[in-house]
């Protein structure tokens, strides 16, 4: 597999996609996108939003968010919804969907980078299930409208694509102009009038839909101090909704830009498909047309609320700034900041975008592209990673060490992860580096530090692993932060799509070793009075083991697939994913048999060595004797 096609599996190997296989909504979701692709209105969505699958999909996807365990106004989290049965759990949704009335939004305020405060809305826990109903639904119907050129909180789409797509402009489309614009506090000032209209125009039409949506925009915000404001504007950041409804939004935006130059019509003849991409329109012709013309040639990349629009000169770029601004105040009522919105000549200066600043410089006859991450996240970086550092100097005890040893390790991943994609990152790298190993040489942590340890990690050894700047602590690695080379960022494949076949094809490739039909009997056909938990969970191993007996390694028979309790629940154990495994009712048996005669019986089901440990650890869990053969 080439390294461009590793890199679209790992956009579309994503949980969401497996968990709608799961539970037998994917062959809705992708009604819905082809539908919405042809133009159809929705009028009757809220039969699909209370259907039991979509229901227990909506448990599944909230579960494994980190923000789950988040609390509301009510104080709750998914840790008190899962110990409901399904019957109990669906049951409680649908009664919230047919009188929907949502509680206060619970206000929080997170330090930004520039050290302001970003305020969060944080919903109650079932309205967080609500929002993701409705969101499963609401997304393959404005996917299929959605502009290509806009990134932020989509589906396999990414800062990498947003970057990738900015550098294509700038250096093959020869746009060395750009518009930046800031909105003034876009989320707090969305009108929901006009968020509904939009709703309307892209094809949802279901009244009992827009009217739970216009409830959900207007829940009033408990704010820090305890007191309860109306909400009569905007949407919470926080919200499981309000990414999508943002995108809606400014869907608008990129439409009208697109306008100017992209999609205006020119003869058939001038009009390429590209089979090779995706069958993808190449419109090489079609702009050579155009550019014989007076129009403005202008593109937008958007990623959320932050975007650029990409033009070829100063005349075109200066026009455009001023219609923009009058456009977003006049259609959707935003402000711009005149202190922050500016047109900036790439060939002279940078242009910040994502945490990464660019500029065009020449080399020979042409204008390449130059990006270093942006001065405020060189700064925050340096003061971040000292501080870890700070820490591991001062750790309390060898665990308390590793702990942050592990923090900075993950830290720098991270940042070799999001950044590398700007082409002068090892410069960048370079410098953060000099100063933090500076750190790094006082008496206390010199004397710690050392050459040679152990690599417990596959990923720290194949990117680490050659590095001479590589140190340990007690034998735990310590990263480079120096240690990085530049990727070309990648734009998205047309053909990756969460909502066709095709688009899923390498997921589908996953899923053979699994029998879709057993999955559905295991989803259609709960353990009654058990909680939604240990349901969601059964299905969930069902397909990590492929099908499998976790003792035995041999395919399940459906009719005999039992649920094992690692921790039994009368000693406290949970239903959690870790304490649970699939494994044949007679393994089953065997593993709680404490009679001789039980255990003679079921014993030769064990064939080998792997088998038999497998079978001891988990009778020793529950304080059985071990079983020989």
């Known amino acids: 597999m080439s390294v461009a096609n590793s890199r679209i599996v790992k956009h ?32 009757n969505l809220m039969n699909i939003i209370s259907s039991t699958e979509n229901i227990k999909l909506a448990y599944r996807n909230i579960k494994k968010n980190t923000g789950s365990k988040t609390t509301g106004v009510d104080g ?87 970057i990738a797509q900015s550098y294509k402009l700038m250096q093959n489309s020869k746009m060395s102009y750009v518009i930046d614009i800031d909105v003034k506090g876009f989320f707090d000032n969305v009108s929901h009038a006009k968020l509904l209209k939009q709703m309307w125009t892209m094809g949802v039409r279901d009244k009992n839909l827009l009217a739970i949506i216009s409830k959900m925009l207007k829940a009033k915000i408990k704010l820090p101090n305890g007191q309860i404001i109306e909400n009569e504007k905007g949407t919470p950041q926080g919200g499981i909704l309000s990414p999508l409804l943002s995108n809606i939004v400014l869907h608008e935006l990129d439409r009208w830009i697109e306008s100017q130059w992209e999609t205006i019509p020119v003869c058939k003849d ?13 419109k090489g012709n079609q702009y050579k047309v155009l550019r014989k013309t007076n129009l403005k040639e202008c593109y937008i990349v958007r990623y959320a609320d932050d975007f650029k629009i990409f033009c070829s000169n100063p005349n075109h770029a200066k026009k455009l700034f001023i219609a923009v601004q009058k456009w977003l105040k006049d259609r959707l009522g935003l402000e711009i900041s005149e202190d922050k919105s500016k047109i900036v000549n790439l060939k002279k200066d940078y242009s910040e975008f994502l945490g990464l600043k660019m500029k065009l410089i020449p080399k020979g006859k042409k204008w390449v592209v130059k990006s270093h991450m942006c001065d405020e996240a060189i700064k925050r970086t340096k003061s971040n990673l000292k501080e870890i550092i700070n820490g591991i100097r001062y750790a309390s005890g060898s665990n308390d060490q590793a702990r942050k040893i592990a923090l900075y390790n993950s830290t720098v991943i991270g940042l070799h992860q999001y950044f590398r994609i700007a082409t002068m990152i090892a410069e960048d790298m370079g410098n953060i580096a000099y100063e933090v190993n500076a750190c790094m040489k006082d008496h206390r942590m010199k004397r710690r530090i050392k050459k040679t340890g152990g690599i417990t990690s596959d990923f720290i050894r194949k990117e680490y692993g050659k590095s001479k700047q590589l140190r340990f602590i007690s034998r735990d690695p310590l990263l480079p932060i120096g240690y990085i080379k530049h990727k070309s960022p990648m734009m998205k494949r047309n053909t990756v799509n969460a909502y066709t076949k095709q688009g899923r ?64 629940r009368l000693q406290g154990g949970t239903d959690q994913y870790k304490n649970l495994c699939l494994v044949d009712k007679e393994i089953h048996i065997l593993i709680h048999a404490k009679d001789e005669d039980t255990i003679s019986k079921y014993k030769k089901l064990v064939t080998n060595i792997q088998n038999l440990n497998k079978l001891n650890t988990l009778r020793k869990k529950i304080g059985l004797e071990q079983v020989t053969i």
């Open 505 to 568: 094809e390498e997921i589908h490739k996953n899923l053979t070793t699994v029998d879709i039909n057993i999955l559905r009997f295991l989803m259609e056909h709960p353990i009654p009075q058990r909680s939604i938990e240990y349901n969601d969970n059964r299905i969930a191993l069902y397909c990590a083991q492929r099908g499998k007996c976790h003792v035995t390694g041999q395919e399940l028979n459906p009719m005999m697939i039992h649920c094992h309790h690692k921790v039994p």
């Open 270 to 282: 001038r009009i390429v498909i590209r089979e090779d991409r995706g069958n993808s329109t190449d």
């Open 76 to 162: 709750r989290t998914i840790e008190h919804l899962s110990k409901l049965t399904e019957e109990q759990f669906v049951s409680y949704v649908r009664n919230k969907l047919r009188d929907y009335k949502p509680k206060a939004v619970r206000r929080v305020e997170i330090p930004k980078p520039n050290g302001k405060l970003r305020p969060l809305g944080i919903p109650a826990i079932w309205d967080r299930i609500v929002q993701q109903c409705i969101l499963q639904i609401l997304e393959p119907i404005a996917e299929a409208k959605f502009s290509s050129r806009s990134h932020g909180f989509r589906p396999n789409r990414s800062v990498e694509n947003a």
């Open 12 to 43: 579309v190997k994503k949980s969401k996609l497996r968990n709608a296989a799961y539970y037998s909504m994917q062959d809705t979701f992708d009604m819905l996108y082809e539908q919405s692709k042809n133009g159809s209105n929705f009028k």
